[in-house]
Structures are given as structure tokens and as C-alpha cells.
């Protein structure tokens, strides 16, 4: 049975301050932004997991490797610096929130193409409509 591993980071973005919850099941990594307003307290935290952890609307799950301990600071900075070099600056939390991104703007324009081919077909039934109000004759 896999371990899951959930951690909450809250840090600043002007001017907002922001949290970011993590889950990791086994190798795989999904993630959730939340949009706390003014600096949160504690309890605040706490009460908003208690009360909304529920509702909260994860990323879907990206291939994520564990991360094993160095033995000591240079090996780990050579490594972090290899790693930047082999995928980028991002860290794997802001790749899946890239990917949620992704994924509700092509759910929005899949709407928005519905609701216009909607509207295109309601106005062409009103046109037909009309033309045979015309050809009724009086």
C-alpha cells in the first residue's frame, strides 16, 4: 500500500498570500493553489483544512520521483544544480498547477464552443422562421 504524503506551503505573492497543498501517493504528485487574501494565522489555517480540505480541487497526478537524502551539502548542491540544468527552473508543484491550468482553459473553450454553436443554431432556426412568416402571404 502506497504512503500519502500531503504538506501545505503558504508564502506571499503580491498581494496576496497563497497556499499550496502538495499530496504525493507513492510516485505520483498532485497539487491544489488556495488564495488566503491577508496573512493568515494558525488557526486560520487549520480551521480552512478542517472545515474545506473536502472541496479542494487537486491537479491531476504527475509522475514525481522520491527524493533521497544526500550525505553531506556540496553533494546536494551538486545535485540541485543538475537537476535545474537537466528540467528547468519549476519545481514539480508549479508543473502540475501548469497542467490544471491547461486543463480548465481547454474545458473552458470546449464550453464556449458549445454555447456558440448553440446560439448559431438558434439563430438559423428563427431565420427559417421568419422566411416562412414571409411566404404565408396575406
Known amino acids: 500500500m502506497d504512503r500519502v504524503n500531503e504538506t501545505l506551503t503558504v508564502f506571499f505573492e503580491d498581494p496576496f498570500w497563497i497556499g499550496v497543498f502538495e499530496r504525493r501517493t507513492g510516485e505520483k504528485l498532485s497539487v491544489c493553489r488556495i488564495v488566503f487574501g491577508a496573512e493568515p494565522k494558525e488557526y486560520e489555517i487549520y480551521d480552512f483544512i478542517l472545515r474545506h480540505y473536502k472541496d479542494l480541487e487537486f491537479s491531476p497526478p504527475v509522475q514525481s520521483d522520491r527524493k533521497e537524502k544526500a550525505d553531506n551539502p556540496k553533494r546536494r548542491q551538486r545535485s540541485a544544480r543538475r537537476q535545474v540544468r537537466q528540467t528547468g ?4 508543484s508549479q508543473q ?4 490544471q491550468r491547461e486543463m480548465l482553459k481547454e474545458e473552458c ?3 464556449r464552443k458549445e454555447k456558440k454553436e448553440i446560439w ?4 438559423f432556426i428563427l431565420k427559417q422562421q421568419k422566411r416562412k412568416e414571409k411566404h404565408k402571404g396575406h
Open 120 to 123: 448559431k443554431r438558434q439563430k
Open 96 to 99: 502540475a498547477l501548469q497542467k
Open 109 to 111: 473553450q470546449r464550453r
Open 89 to 92: 527552473i519549476g519545481t514539480k
